[in-house]
């Protein structure tokens, strides 16, 4: 049973960056979904997901952590003042055996992601939550190139005949985040998304 993706993107008018992700949980992208009362039906919403946990500490904000529209806007409120957009990478697939991990993914079909970058216009960052993503995106790039400056992991993407910059996250998934300590991950997310001065 293939599995849909269950959200637009979400792309400020004045977005700067675009975070790019995989895809939800099985349980968000089958109908009816199977969420719990502590998800979040919005991108990075499994109660299981670090993702709004870190932006919420390098931001200083706090988010409900419930099943309900209020804890949606709070997050789409956050990326608006930040000037950043958010979607995911695959359209539909296969999640083998229910499970979430990148590596059960199959049988993958990607989004358009050429066709919303050109619609945003002022979108000049791409931060991918994996590395899964970087190889998702390659398929798509006119380019890319791969120097990657540790501990930030800076690149850049064309497409479109564009450059972007790109920066790619530790990923927040539970089975990623255990090879990383909190202190190295929660300095990475204030570099990438802690206030601007």
């Excluded at 849909?4 to 089958?30: D, M, S, V, W």
């Excluded at 958010?86 to 993958?108: N, P, R, W």
Aim: glycine share 4%; with cysteine.
């Amino acid at each position: 049973m293939y599995s849909i993706h269950p959200f637009e993107p979400f792309i400020p008018q004045n977005a700067t960056k675009l975070i790019i992700g995989t895809i939800p949980p099985y349980r968000f992208c089958i109908n009816p979904q199977k969420l719990f009362d502590n998800d979040v039906n919005f991108y990075y919403g499994s109660k299981d997901n670090y993702f709004w946990d870190m932006l919420a500490q390098a931001t200083d904000t706090q988010f409900e952590r419930k099943n309900t529209e209020s804890a949606i806007n709070q997050r789409k409120a956050l990326l608006t003042n930040l000037n950043i957009g958010i979607t995911d990478i695959v359209e539909k697939c296969i999640h083998k055996d229910g499970k979430s991990d990148d590596a059960s993914l199959e049988i993958i079909t990607l989004k358009p992601i050429e066709e919303l970058l050109l619609k945003s216009h002022k979108v000049d960052t791409l931060i991918y939550t994996s590395r899964f993503i970087i190889r998702q995106m390659n398929q798509v790039a006119d380019k890319s190139y791969h120097s990657w400056k540790i501990p930030n992991k800076i690149g850049s993407v064309v497409i479109n005949g564009k450059t972007y910059n790109v920066i790619v996250l530790y990923s927040p998934s539970p089975t990623a985040l255990r090879s990383v300590d909190a202190d190295t991950r929660l300095t990475e997310y204030k570099n990438v998304f802690g206030k601007q001065q």
